[in-house]
Each structure stands twice: as structure tokens, then as C-alpha cells.
């Protein structure tokens, strides 16, 4: 997971805007599921080694109705890829047969053994490969069926067999999930693309005798509950509003309508599940909600802490980023009279930057 989404979901997310078809390729029991809902083939058992899962992959696509012209083979480990790289290489096979992405090696290169330098390796024409590398399909096909030696990259294939590769400009950003600090350099990928958005939630709820009372996703012990269509949660649908005004995407009744008898005494933990998977959706990550109910009774500071815990279970992040606190109002108005529960969330979030103004 990176970022809260599979890292082959973000692979597939880049190079789905340039292919016509995305088969996955793997042997993951999840592979699957973390693809779920988007626009790609039935996944493929993959191979040994690489090169048996890239076969395995362009056999697949060679049953098509209609076998692609030109193929991308990318690394379902490399998430990051910008799509100036991917476009690269699909402007570059228009006039090559094979084309890879790659970055000019900078520093220099030693050749060790035991721990002890045996060689200095020229680092002028040097470069580290990367993904996705595009080929002419029947080429890669043919050669993947002739050639079984393991090789660490398509692009051998066609070098050994005399076919001219090309190279177009890389990314540092392209990195691939190898190492655990691989991770981390990732992580900062994403969040340097991101930008922080804030969200505010207000909602109200009456009193209702013979309810529970459902606050923040816990039952409170009270005399009366609130009164709604679902269970009337007025924390969670305030933190719900906050999120959806956050990501710009309505409120809590655009996506659940009062009005849908689906929802009729419905556990409003749905509702805050739907909104956390909208965040991730959309690429990013909650930062932090601050909810606060205001009422004169119940006393919450008895429950806020199994509150947080609810609310950070249901979003699906460290109970650390979430708060929820409480306050009278003197006594003064609809709360202060106790016919009802008002509530406000606010919350933090960042998401892809879209790049419109
Ligand atoms: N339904 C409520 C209302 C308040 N509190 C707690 O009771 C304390 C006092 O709340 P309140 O009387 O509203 O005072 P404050 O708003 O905190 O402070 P002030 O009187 O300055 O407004 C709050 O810190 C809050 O933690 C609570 O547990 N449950
Ligand atoms: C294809 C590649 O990404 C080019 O650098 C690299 O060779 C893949 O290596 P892996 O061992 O299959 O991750």
C-alpha cells in the first residue's frame, strides 16, 4: 500500500489514460482486488522469472480478437510514473521499434568484489533503464517465444537480435519499489504532488424519545435518541459533510438521499466508510477531522476517546488524526434547551493536484 492505495492500482492509474487495454500480470491473491473498478483485463498467472511473466502476458494478448499493434511493458512496481514518460515512449515508437525510458547515469560507477573495488566503469553513454518499454507487439512476441534466457529488461531482447532500441527522457520520479526506502522516496513523490484542502461539517439533529442514541459511531446511554432517516449520527454526518465539502463533492445527502428507503435506519458508519473510500479514491489522505458535538447532555468527554477510536477505524487512519470534543451552549437556544444535537467537523486533506486554476 502506498499512500493507502495498492501500488499496482497506482501503476494501472498511470498507464491507463495511454493504452486501449491493461492486462495485469501476477500470481498476488490480491492482484485482483487492488484493481477492482478500473478499466483492465482479467489479470494473468505470471511466470518463474520476469521474462516468463511478460511471455505469459503477451500470449495472452496475442488471443485478442484483434493483438495489439504496439505494446508498453511496465513494472507494476514503479506507481509513480509520470505520464510525460509513458507519453514519450508512445510518441518515440512511432518512428522506432523500440523505445524505453531512462535516466543518464550521474555518479560513478564501481565494480566490487567482497566488499573491495576490482573496477571503475566509464560512466559516459551509461543510463538505468526504466519502465514502461514499448515495442512493436509482434516483435516482442516473436523474440519472447525464441529467446527463454532470463533477461532484467525487455529491451535486451531486441539489442541481442539486432533491433535498434531508443531512448527517450526518464524520470527520477519513476521509481521502483525494490528496497523499504523506496517506499519513503515514493510517499514524498506522492505528497509533493499533492496540494491540502480543507472541509467544514455542520448538522443538526432533533431529540426523539424510544431512539438510541448514536453519537460518532458509538451508542450513548440517554434518556432520548435522535430523530432521522438513518440513525441520525449527527457526528458522523457532519464529519461526512466535512469530507465531501473538502473534495468538493456535495454532502452526505447527495450521495445517500433521505429520500432512498435504502438508508431508512441505516448504521451511519456506511456513510463514513464511503467518504474515507473517496479520499483514497481520489489519491489522497486525511490529515485530520476535528469533530465537536454541542449539547448540554449527555456528558461526552465519558465517550470521546471510544469515539476517536470509532471514527479513526472507520476512516481507516491512526486514531491520531482524529478529534472529537464537546461543548455547551450556556443554556442558549435549540441545544441550550436540549431539543436537539448540533454538531460542526472540520477536517484536513490532500489530494492530487489537479492542475486547473
Ligand atoms: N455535552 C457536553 C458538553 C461539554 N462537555 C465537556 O464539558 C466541558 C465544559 O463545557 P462547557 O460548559 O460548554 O464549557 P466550555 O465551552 O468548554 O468553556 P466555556 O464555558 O468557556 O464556553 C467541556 O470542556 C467539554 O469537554 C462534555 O463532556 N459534554
Ligand atoms: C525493467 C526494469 O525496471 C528496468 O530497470 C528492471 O530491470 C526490472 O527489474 P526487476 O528485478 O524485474 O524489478
Redesign the pocket.
Known sequence: MLRGKPVIRRAAEALLPHVDVLLPVGDDPLLADSLEGLDVMPPVSGGAERHDSVRNGLEALAKLPEPPDLVLVHDGARPCVPAEVVQNVINALKTHEGVIPAVAVIDTIKKAKDGIIIDTVPRDGLWRAQTPQGFRFGTLLELHRTHRDARTDDAALLEQAGHPVAIVEGSEDNIKLTVAEDLMRLEGVIDRNLLPRVGLGYDVHAFEEGRKLILCGIEVPHTKGLAGHSDADVGIHTLCDAIYGALAEGDIGRHFPPSDNEWKDMDSARFLVHAGERIRERGGFLVNADVT?I???????PHAEAMRNRLAELLKVSVSRISV????SERLGFTGREEGIAATATVSIMVPDTGEA
Not at 449539547?295 to 461526552?300: D, N, T
Not at 470534543?325 to 455547551?328: C, G, I, L, Q, R
Open positions: 458535538l449539547c448540554e447532555r449527555p456528558k461526552i468527554g470534543k464537546a461543548t455547551t
